[in-house]
T-cell receptor, first 113, second 115 residues
Framework: AQSVTQLDSQVPVFEEAPVELRCNYS??????LFWYVQYPNQGLQLLLK??????LVESINGFEAEFNKSQTSFHLRKPSVHISDTAEYFC???????????FGRGTSLIVHP | DTGVSQDPRHKITKRGQNVTFRCDPI?????LYWYRQTLGQGPEFLTY????????KSRLLSDRFSAERPKGSFSTLEIQRTEQGDSAMYLC?????????????FGPGTRLTVT
């Protein structure tokens, strides 16, 4: 079985500062990796995904994540955050060929003005 | 495309009562998933359907939980004899089998409080 660890439950940061949300996973087989975002009072939305190919994946709103197989990590980064990035971020993993993700506990990103 | 909708958004019930939640997926989506999310945790997969067939139900939390998707469109999740530990957010998602990746689109959830 696979599992996901998000070590930081909350990450406070000032607007325009860089941020990294950490995600580590464990699995005995090849995996797909995902980041989901949940804005207040909204459903989860897929932010970005790694299926295969380039280990660096990007979202349309400036986030990126890098798949590191040796460190079993998929950290999420953004060089300059906005107030509107305040949300809950979930890292997830699924076994290749299965699209049922196992989610981490989530990291609350709080952007201060 | 109106997105995935769930009804009700909030439900308060007394211990021992039965509750039923409804999920309406995006209209052309043939897969529908149910998750439970408790406070401070990520979503936990419960079951999923492809059209009207329930393909995975071993992860339903107990035999008090059941789900249906009778015509391959909307789905219901029922919890019988509710317990305080059932208090959680129940999420529904849907996806379209197309190509090699099936992105799940989530609804806003139904928050259940068992008193």
């Amino acid at each position: 079985a696979q599992s996901v660890t998000q070590l930081d439950s909350q990450v406070p940061v000032f607007e325009e500062a860089p941020v990294e949300l950490r995600c580590n996973y464990s699995s005995s087989v090849s995996v797909y990796l995902f980041w989901y975002v949940q804005y207040p009072n909204q459903g989860l939305q897929l932010l970005l995904k790694y299926l295969s190919g380039s280990t660096l994946v990007e979202s349309i709103n400036g986030f990126e994540a890098e798949f590191n197989k040796s460190q079993t990590s998929f950290h999420l980064r953004k060089p300059s955050v906005h107030i509107s990035d305040t949300a809950e971020y979930f890292c997830a993993v699924s076994v290749r060929g299965s699209y049922i993700p196992t989610f981490g506990r989530g990291t609350s990103l709080i952007v201060h003005p | 495309d109106t997105g995935v909708s769930q009804d009700p958004r909030h439900k308060i019930t007394k211990r021992g009562q039965n509750v039923t939640f409804r999920c309406d997926p995006i209209s052309e989506h043939n897969r529908l998933y149910w998750y439970r999310q408790t406070l401070g945790q990520g979503p936990e997969f419960l079951t999923y359907f492809q059209n009207e067939a329930q393909l995975e139900k071993s992860r339903l939390l107990s035999d008090r939980f059941s789900a249906e998707r009778p015509k391959g469109s909307f789905s219901t999740l029922e919890i019988q004899r509710t317990e305080q530990g059932d208090s959680a957010m129940y999420l529904c998602a849907s996806s379209l089998i197309q190509g090699t990746f099936y992105e799940q689109y989530f609804g806003p959830g139904t928050r259940l409080t068992v008193t």
